[in-house]
């Protein structure tokens, strides 16, 4: 009735150990779908870039200087000339460069169900090249976690990150490094297109970080567990999105190709030791392994068939907020357990020297053997009924609330008698217990927050006192 598949015992029993949580980053903690947001054409140094007009643009002899997600002020290379962000349209703007390169790039992206082929492709056609006149790419090679190549009308088209340029030996023009790390420095996911063998233009993709990835993140902090993203994006980009959702940089496993997130997960295990478990959640079908190898697998409902299948618990709602759900009852089930036990275990204990007699000398009375039978059947009545106490069993109420700049503070509400991982109490009764869970500014683009604990009343774009960078 709550959405959650457990697939058995020692899955619930697992969830209880869990005390490391891991999630992946694409399609669990973000959105999944990720939109094209720049496109930076390379030239070399001494080459006039005939690039595009935008509502964003900076030339030579304008500011050359930004601030990233942390603050931090660097300048743009010169050799990035213009930049074009989302706002692109072909009807307005005469680009022949970016037409061209990004109909190169849809040609070999079209048919692809990868989250940034679908992100490219969605950019292509707002640009006006429509998938029925883009011609088959030849050739087409896909390098899991480094990129694609084919080829399109006789031109080599690669798209892919650092490792495909290494891989594949292509030129790299001056500019391309700098402007890779202008994106990645905004939170982009950075993709090159090289066009034979030499590097064209680089497109900055944005996945949105889900607003119940924060929820749930800091919710499970609060739960005393420590939290891990793990992603085959680079550094900058996953700890810009770390910070956003509230994962600190010490605890981002960064730039994994697929067959790596098992071995992450196995180290992760080996450094916590065997008390305290490892739960991995993910959707894909790169996870999968991952999943088998934690000590707790969590999938997500609506991602991969072979995710799920190796998955011990599935989240059927896909709420990513139903992780939390999933935890707290684990622990009420496996208490219940405990407690069944435990009686049992007295009960019988008494129960069955006097059934044999131990009493017998004292009182001269033997327990008759229907009685006896009666009493081992009020044993098994009395665990049932305990069971079915969980019944009554509520889930966590989340309660956020929001300013005009977004999430600032979540109420944890549990129903059920308090547990020893609530953490901060503002109130309790004999059967609830609120916990009060700040979101503080870890994200100020302008500067590091000096509030005192507790009365900081920023958010991620406004700081209310700060400490300018």
């Known amino acids: 009735s709550h959405g959650i598949l457990i697939k058995g015992g020692d899955v619930l029993e697992a969830a209880t150990k869990v005390k490391t949580v891991v999630f992946d980053k694409t399609g669990t903690l973000t959105a999944g779908h990720p939109s094209v947001t720049d496109i930076l054409l390379v030239t070399d140094l001494g ?11 900076l030339q030579q002899g304008e500011d050359q200087e930004l601030e990233d997600a942390d603050g931090v002020v660097f300048e743009i290379p010169e050799s990035i000339k213009r930049i074009a962000d989302v706002f692109i349209n072909a009807a307005v703007t005469n680009a022949p460069e970016v037409i061209n390169v990004m109909t190169l790039a849809a040609c070999v992206e079209n048919g692809s169900e990868h989250p940034i082929a679908k992100g490219i492709m969605k950019k292509a056609k707002e640009l006006g090249i429509s998938p029925d006149f883009l011609h088959q790419a030849e050739n087409f090679t896909n390098e899991a976690g480094i990129g694609i190549r084919g080829k399109v009308k006789g031109n080599i088209v690669n798209l892919g990150n650092r490792r495909s340029l290494i891989e594949n030996k292509i030129k790299i023009l001056k500019g391309t490094f700098e402007a890779m790390e202008y994106l990645e420095r905004m939170g982009r996911t950075a993709i090159v297109i090289s066009v034979n063998g030499v590097t064209k233009a680089i497109i900055g993709l944005l996945d949105e970080a889900k607003d119940d990835a924060i929820v749930s993140v800091h919710v499970l902090q609060a739960m005393g567990m420590q939290v891990y993203m793990l992603t085959g994006d680079n550094h900058r980009t996953a700890n810009v999105i770390a910070s956003k959702i509230g994962i600190e940089a010490e605890n981002v496993i960064a730039d994994v190709l697929p067959d790596e997130k098992a071995d992450c997960i196995k180290q992760l295990k080996q450094s916590h030791g065997d008390e305290y478990g490892v739960a991995m959640i993910g959707d894909g079908i790169n996870d999968s392994v991952a999943l088998a190898c934690a000590d707790l697998g969590v999938a997500i409902g609506a991602g991969a068939d072979v995710a799920i299948e190796a998955a011990g618990m599935v989240l059927m709602n896909s709420k990513l907020t139903d992780v939390i759900v999933a935890f707290d009852l684990s622990r009420h089930v496996f208490k219940r357990i405990q407690l069944n036990f435990l009686w049992a275990l007295g009960y019988n204990s008494l129960g069955i020297p006097i059934a044999a007699g131990a009493l017998y000398p004292l009182t001269h ?23 079915l106490l969980l019944n009554r069993y509520r889930p966590p109420k989340l309660e956020k609330h929001y300013t005009s700049e977004g999430l600032k503070k979540i109420r944890l509400t549990h129903h059920n008698p308090p547990t020893p991982h609530s953490q901060n109490p ?23 927050c000096i509030c005192e604990p507790g009365t900081c009343e920023c958010t991620e774009t406004k700081c209310c006192s700060m400490e300018v960078a």
Do not use: R
């Not at 009685?371 to 081992?376: D, E, G, I, L």
């Open 365 to 387: 009375v033997a327990l008759p053997p229907f009685v006896a039978a009666a009493a081992m059947a009020c044993s098994s009545i009395s665990v049932v009924l305990s069971s």
């Open 426 to 448: 503002v109130s309790s009764s004999s059967n609830k217990t609120q916990v009060i869970i700040e979101v503080k500014c870890k994200a100020l683009p302008y500067g590091k």
């Open 47 to 57: 080459a006039e870039s005939d690039s595009i007009s935008s509502s964003k643009v």
